[in-house]
């Protein structure tokens, strides 16, 4: 028998509701650029990324340059593969070794979904936590010492002048 009208929209809407996009992580439901480029041949799956798209995302070429969040499948046809991926100089990034399939002068769709600065994290980090680097950060953190006497007269203000 087959389904009525009402329980086939029903259908509908579970399978309308199924493809909602929920991701296992919210950086990838935010798109902010996409482009079809070619795979290099001689540059180990380097994917150049357009100079249009450069100058929409604000990617300078520069040294130490930062970590893009991005998307990749054949161009037109497959899933999604999600990496993480440093720029090179020229803002290049390499197609990692667990994308099959996908090989030299191949067009590719990539997706950029974020663009992250790469920083030193323990640059700014204070002394270390041992029991030495404790007492110096609350030396540190102590001040000035109003007081002048300090430890060259102790004897003289805790005894006085005892000396006979």
Same mark, same amino acid.
């Given at each position: 028998m087959p389904p009525s009208s009402s329980h086939r929209g029903q259908l509908d809407d579970r +399978?309308? =509701?199924?493809?909602?996009?929920? @991701? *296992?992580? $919210?950086?990838?439901?935010? !798109?902010? %650029? !996409?482009? @079809? #480029?070619?795979?290099h041949r001689t540059k180990n +799956?380097?994917?150049?990324?357009?100079?249009?798209?450069?100058r929409r995302l604000g990617l300078p070429r520069r040294a130490n340059n930062h970590i893009v969040l991005f998307s990749v499948r054949s161009h037109g046809k497959g899933r999604w593969n999600h990496h993480? #991926?440093?720029?090179?100089?020229?803002? /290049?990034?390499?197609i990692p070794a667990d994308v099959t399939g996908i090989k030299g002068g191949d067009e590719v /769709?990539?997706?950029?979904?974020?663009?992250? $600065? &790469?920083? &030193?994290?323990? #640059?700014?980090?204070? *002394?270390? =936590?041992t029991a030495g680097g404790l007492?110096?950060?609350? =030396? /540190?953190?102590?001040?000035? %010492? %109003? +007081?002048?006497?300090?430890?060259?007269? @102790? %004897? /003289?203000?805790?005894?006085?002048?005892q000396r006979g």
């Open positions: +399978r309308h =509701a199924k493809h909602t996009q929920q @991701v *296992a992580n $919210p950086h990838l439901s935010t !798109t902010l %650029d !996409t482009f @079809v #480029a070619k795979v +799956r380097l994917i150049s990324i357009p100079a249009a798209t450069q993480l #991926a440093y720029l090179t100089f020229d803002n /290049e990034f390499a /769709e990539i997706k950029i979904h974020r663009v992250i $600065p &790469d920083g &030193d994290a323990l #640059a700014g980090r204070q *002394a270390s =936590a007492l110096m950060r609350l =030396a /540190e953190e102590a001040g000035e %010492d %109003d +007081r002048t006497a300090g430890s060259t007269q @102790v %004897d /003289e203000i805790l005894y006085g002048n």
